[in-house]
């Protein structure tokens, strides 16, 4: 099977915000689609992608952490731990944005492997805000509906030539206004 990096989808495109539909039987087109999400993720350098995020609606995710790789096909979580911790995430469907998260700093997920059996899995720490990132955007949220911590990544070149990264504070509207902006920028023009 051929693998192939698909368009990942930005804030302000409907999908985003849809709760995705369980799989009801992993076939050929499932198993495409888990290597599609796999190919996309690392051609844009990510941690994880959920299918809603190139425009499929169905709860499966990918991620890879350590490395090691997780597929996981209609997901649950199960248990959540009462500590939690915040940390900065980024989303490949929002860039060049990050926000402060409080996350569970452990959970227990019950799913489906990509051969269809099932499994249960325990992270911890990130792989675990992993985790609860892709499961969200199955559920049709993103990190601007979990904090109000925003922040514009800017890079920015040295005089040595090294890259620094500046976080500068924004707001959801802010960021909200911008990708609007953007997506009519890049709408097509229709002729009459």
């Known amino acids: 099977m051929l693998m192939a990096v698909r368009k990942v989808i930005v804030l302000g495109n409907p999908i985003l915000r849809q709760k995705a539909k369980p799989v009801r039987q992993i076939t050929k087109a499932e198993r495409q689609l888990i290597d599609d999400l796999l190919e996309t993720m690392d051609a844009h350098e990510g941690v994880g992608l959920a ?3 190139v425009g499929i609606l169905q709860r499966i995710f990918v991620a890879r952490w350590e490395g090691e790789t997780f597929v996981l096909v209609n ?3 199960e248990w959540r731990s009462k500590e939690t911790v915040a ?11 990050q926000g402060k998260v409080v996350r569970h700093e452990k959970i227990r ?14 992270p911890e ?9 892709e499961i969200d955007h199955l559920d049709g949220i993103l990190i601007l509906d979990r904090t109000d911590e925003l922040f514009w990544v800017v890079e920015e070149e040295t005089e ?3 890259t620094k990264v500046r976080l500068i504070p924004t707001t959801k509207d802010a960021i909200l206004a911008t990708f609007q902006r953007r997506r009519r920028k890049a709408a097509p023009t229709r002729s009459r």
């Open 109 to 122: 997920v019950r799913a489906l492997n990509a051969d269809g059996n099932p499994i249960v899995l325990q």
């Open 87 to 97: 940390g900065m995430e980024g989303c490949l469907s929002i860039p060049g944005v």
């Open 125 to 133: 720490g990130w792989l675990a805000r992993i985790f609860q990132h």
């Open 75 to 77: 997901p649950e979580i």
């Open 51 to 53: 299918a809603p995020q």
């Open 160 to 162: 040595e030539g090294e």
